[in-house]
């Protein structure tokens, strides 16, 4: 992978609340950053003391074990001392209010608060409450920018670019906010990104994000280089907008066969946890083209480089 | 107390004046509108370079009392009133307990006579609870004093219930408001639908949840020859829809709120509750279309839509947050900038719209400056440039997206019923 070891950008965000804030120069900075990072976590001795002295907590209220456990690991890896805060989506209402709960964590002195909530902006109203650096860890629909920068990542190691890439992101498109942040980040990028769905699941005017829109799933494999496979969530909003797991594998699913008809070395990328049967079979899953396991692992290394990068925010322009 | 007002651009579209004049107030009433008057007064006031009006009447404020006094009380809120030129004022009737009675209504009315620096008018709900089951005794109400009814914040989609209903306000010679919205289709949404609520992930209420029911209602009030009132129009169908029922000749009659000609979705991308309002700010090209609506008369009316909230209230995630935002020190301002500067009105008409029109289709006689009118009267200072900054917001609450935005023309004097309540821009009470 060819760093961008040029790059004369200077990080000044104190948070990371989605791609749609960033500039190019920017999400590059954090890919560059977590090149290095992705290196410290191939080594024997897998710590560095970038942040050492300095508390992150992750606050968390939706649950999550994979993300939670990336940040926590990646906060550990730069020697940051982690503190887990899981809040019941239910008790939100009547207990204490998102910012009061900053403010309150804040006044433990530590440094980063990393949010997931289910509301969307939840993150953008708590950063601009508190001084300490938020990093959205996923909210609502709307973004979760350390999901789709390991997508990137990814993509940039197994293809060497970005720019010129055909990606096709596919699935409930309406409820996810990783297809919105891979939307920002990989048109900021230069890809050309492919958006399918079924109609009911595609969002009004996302054509106006600068991608192209299909219901044709045949249509959005044809040229792609890589797709991006969403998590139906039969369990919450895809549900009410689509009838059934079967009917949705029928038209959607990601099979074998299909990816017989599409480039050799096409990506197939998902950002977990998979509905074997439902999003993708399990052949494609467990298959040659999938990097499903190695997002995962690159996970780490661009969470370091955010958590990383807005610590060290230097303020001003 | 007698006041002589000197040498003021005195603006009456129900009098046709729009001249260099004075004005004799004696007691309560309208004593002399006319060049040089030379009468001897208590106190004279200057208002030369200033506009001399009817004090605006605002027929759409939730002014929260009884039951949500930490938001606002009728002394906070007609103060609120006064600041923004307004003298008189409807009180929406979602407080709780809700308007539905004609005892709750006596007990406002005492509230009034006790705490409000202006004219008050109630507005009682349709339905017993504001629940669109059964509705209330509009005789009654009426006897009490209500001068029309609305179960605004909320619609009644009961198609047999609201023809009901406009029969007996027809009967009871009552105006019935009603808030537009089929919540089958607006229901969850938060913001616009649209681009807006695509890029930020929020769920989104459709135009359609606005205009199919204005559709409806509009077939109604034309079913039942009577009269209907459409409460804060916000999309352009509306207001095509409302044109068109006018020409046919429906009794209709239609309010927007400053926000729907000064705001678009586009405001709510930063997340900020202060611009989370029911019906959502639209597009452009609904701004653009609420402006036609106001310059050829398809929209009468200026109403804020005044709906104060707590900091506490609006300080949470955008989807938990409560509807509305204040409106009634702001809505002179904003209506200078974007429909006087803007060409789309000229100040007779826009003091129509804010005072002449409600008063009419309120029908109190309010909302002219005619001699032996009742001394309502505001004075502008239309070019004074001014920063609308938080600590001089006089509602109890201070839930606006207008904070810190520099604004022009403001409200120098007021009077009500011959009483001066506000003297270069201080309140006198």
Not at chain 2, 173 to 194: A, F, M, P, R
Request: one cysteine or more; a positive charge.
């Amino acid at each position: 992978m060819k760093a961008n070891s040029d790059t004369k950008t200077i990080w000044t965000k104190k948070d990371l609340l989605g791609l749609e804030y960033l500039s190019r120069d920017e999400i590059e900075l954090i890919l560059y950053t977590a090149q290095s990072f992705k290196e410290v976590t191939t080594r024997q001795i897998k710590k560095v003391p970038a942040l050492r002295g300095k508390t992150v907590v992750n606050l968390f209220y939706e649950p999550s074990t994979r993300t939670r456990t990336s940040f926590e690991l990646a906060a550990k890896r730069l020697s940051a001392d982690v503190v887990n805060i899981a809040i019941e989506a239910s008790s939100v209402k009547k207990g204490e209010t998102l910012i009061d709960t900053g403010k309150n964590i804040e006044a433990l002195k530590i440094d980063i608060i990393v949010v997931r909530h289910n509301c969307s902006g939840a993150p953008n109203i708590l950063a601009r409450s508190v001084k300490s650096s938020v990093v959205n860890a996923g909210d609502g629909w709307h973004e979760h920018p350390t999901q789709a920068l390991l997508d990137m990542f990814t993509l940039k190691s197994k293809l060497g670019r970005i720019e010129g890439l055909n990606v096709s992101i596919i699935g409930d498109i309406a409820h996810s906010r990783v297809a919105r942040s891979n939307i920002w980040g990989l048109t900021k990028l230069g890809a050309k990104v492919t958006v399918c769905a079924p109609p009911m699941l595609i969002p009004p005017d996302i054509e106006k994000m600068g991608v192209r829109v299909t219901t044709d799933l045949d249509e959005a494999l044809r040229h792609a280089d890589a797709i991006n496979v969403l998590r139906m969530q039969f369990e919450r909003d895809s549900a009410k907008a689509f009838p059934s797991k079967l009917e949705y594998f029928k038209q959607y699913g990601i099979t074998e066969e299909r990816l017989k008809k599409c480039k050799q070395d096409i990506i197939v990328m998902h950002p977990g946890p998979i509905n074997r049967g439902v999003e993708m079979s399990s052949e494609v899953a467990d298959g040659k083209s999938s990097v499903i396991l190695e997002q995962v692992t690159n996970g780490i290394a661009v969470r370091m480089a955010a958590l990383y990068l807005v610590s060290n925010a230097r303020g001003g322009l | 107390m007698k006041y002589l007002i000197k040498n003021g651009k005195v603006i009456d579209p129900a009098s046709n004046i729009n001249d260099i004049n004075d004005i004799f107030v004696v007691d309560n009433r309208i004593g002399a509108v006319g060049k040089d008057i030379t009468m001897k007064a208590d106190d004279i006031i200057d208002a030369k370079g200033k506009i001399v009006a009817p004090g605006f009447v605002d027929m759409h404020v939730h002014l929260r009392e009884p039951g949500r006094e930490d938001e606002e009380t009728v002394a906070s809120g007609t103060r609120s009133a006064i600041r923004g030129g307004f003298t008189s004022i409807c009180s929406m009737p979602n407080t709780e307990p809700p308007m539905d009675n004609p005892k709750i209504v006596k007990r406002l009315k005492e509230i009034i006579k006790k705490t409000a620096l202006c004219n008050v008018f109630i507005v009682g709900a349709i339905t017993a609870g504001r629940a669109s089951k059964k509705l209330t005794s509009f005789s009654l109400m009426g006897k009490e004093g209500v001068i029309a009814v609305s179960d605004d914040g909320a619609c009644i989609e009961d198609k047999v219930l609201m023809l009901r209903a406009l029969k007996d306000s027809k009967r009871n010679s009552l105006l019935l408001i009603d808030h537009c919205e089929d919540t089958k289709i607006s229901k969850g949404g938060v913001i616009n639908k649209g681009f807006i609520s695509t890029k930020m992930g929020l769920c989104g209420i459709p135009r359609q949840a606005e205009y199919e029911m204005v559709k409806r209602d509009l077939e109604l009030a034309k079913k039942a020859k009577a009269r209907i009132h459409i409460a804060h129009v916000s999309c352009k169908e509306s207001v095509e829809l409302i044109r068109k029922a006018k020409r046919e000749g429906v009794c209709v009659t239609a309010e927007t709120a400053p926000h729907y000609f000064s705001l678009t979705e586009e405001c709510c991308a930063t997340y900020d509750t202060n611009t989370k309002m029911n019906p959502p700010l639209r597009t452009k090209d609904d701004v653009e279309a609420i402006k036609r609506g106001l310059a050829d008369v398809t929209i009468d009316a200026i109403a804020t839509d005044h709906a104060p909230h707590t900091d506490s209230e609006k300080d949470v995630e955008f989807d938990f947050a409560p509807f509305g935002i204040i409106g009634l020190e702001t809505a002179l301002s904003l209506a200078a900038a974007e429909l006087v500067d803007k060409k789309i009105l000229s100040w007779p008409e826009l003091i129509s719209k804010m005072s002449t029109r409600p008063a009419a289709i309120l029908n109190v006689n309010r909302g002219s400056l005619k001699k032996g009118s009742v001394a309502d009267i505001v004075i502008i200072d239309p070019d004074k440039e001014y920063v609308y900054k938080k600590d001089f917001i006089e509602s109890k609450s201070k839930n606006s997206p207008f904070i810190n935005w520099t604004l022009k023309a403001k409200v120098a004097h007021v009077f009500v019923g011959g009483k001066l309540v506000m003297k270069d821009e201080s309140m006198m009470l």
